[in-house]
């Protein structure tokens, strides 16, 4: 593949990552979103619609001078598919998903205390990276990359897991090495609450949020053994000025609650000794998060819907409270879209917004030589 340098790539790729958040988007609205001339946009998407990376959709109105209809466009979903795994200590959930972000495929494996001690984490990894080939080839249709989320410390520019408590991994895995000789294609790794950040982001039709906060909260057992209590276990996926927030050393979104004290096992204080108590002490600490970042948007998900929707209900009660100014504050909470699968789905995502991600121009916007392959060059090879 050859290096990115140019700047007709750069156009492409961001037409093509604007045709990818839009859904549906004309020419001249391209052009216009874009600051591009109208002739370059006209003459990419040419290029586009013969190499089939997109294609147009429906019209739209005239305006009211009449005249031509708009025509749309959006990315060919059909065109390649990404693959999504999320394990943890109770299943695995593999999903398969097309270019616009449709469910191709999904299977969930049960994960028990004998079948992990039996297969181990890079066991099921191994099923869950074998289950996508397999669906599609059935399906004939190519994978462009796979993504995998799980629940720990990712290194998610390397690739590699650090560590994960929940899955008994202490001394850090390269995980892309340890699949290599199952798929030649990419495979990126994420904490899994941030993979949920990736899903909202992905089902949301409307602006994007720019500040936000998804919650975790799963009732399971801690991790993959005969002997361990099932918990609460809580997570957060950050997304700060429109980007997702890995932190110092990959560790943000891990959690642990400000009242906690020992011996407790839990993430909670001794004192939440019902489920309402670790709801209300919960949602104490995610206000103070929310009103100290100033925060537009909270999801909750992960747990089943009356649960969520009682958490909800206390973070919303705890932002009032604990804002101490006399106007209102705005922030959105609000349950999931994607509860039971938002891990496996956002796994894919990411894949979804790295194929479709544009290199960066220096600081006085100059072209420059990017020293990573064209995006667009390996989209087409998939053809």
Known sequence: MRVLNSLTDLNIM??????????????????A??????????????????????????????????GRKPVFLEINGSYACVGGIEINPERMYVCLEDFCGSILHEEKIPI????????????????????????????????????LGIPGMVEAESGKIIQSIPLLIEDGIDVAKEVQSLT????????????????????????????????????????????SPENLSVGLGLILNGKIYHGANATAGEFRSVYWQSPSKSQFSPACDSERKTFRELAKNIAFLVNTLSLDVVYVGGIEKKLAEEIVKFIREEIVYL?????????????????????????????????????????????RKIPQSSPYQYLLSLQ
């Open 33 to 66: 979103a874009l600051k591009m001339d109208k002739s370059t946009v006209t003459k990419i998407i040419a290029e586009l619609t013969e190499k089939n990376l997109a294609r147009e959709t429906d019209s739209g109105t005239s305006g009211p001078q009449g």
């Open 184 to 227: 030649k294609v990419p495979v990126f790794v994420e904490n899994d609450a941030r993979c949920c950040c990736y899903t909202e982001q992905l089902l949301s039709r409307g602006p994007k949020a720019q500040n936000m906060m998804y919650v975790m909260a799963e009732r399971r057992p801690l991790q993959p053994l005969k002997a």
């Open 112 to 147: 028990t205390p004998e079948s992990y001690g039996q297969k181990g984490f890079l066991g099921f990894l191994k099923e869950g990276v074998q289950i996508l080939q397999e669906a599609s080839k059935r399906l004939r249709i190519k994978i462009a990359g796979i993504g």
């Open 323 to 367: 804002w101490p100014y006399a106007w209102n504050k705005t922030t959105i909470v609000s349950i999931a879209s994607a509860s039971q699968r938002s891990v496996s789905y956002g796994a894919g995502a990411k894949v979804l917004d790295k194929l479709f991600s544009v290199p960066e121009l220096d600081e006085g916007g100059r072209k």
């Open 14 to 31: 961001r037409i093509l990552r604007l045709l990818w958040q839009s859904k549906k988007i004309s020419r001249v609205e391209i052009a």
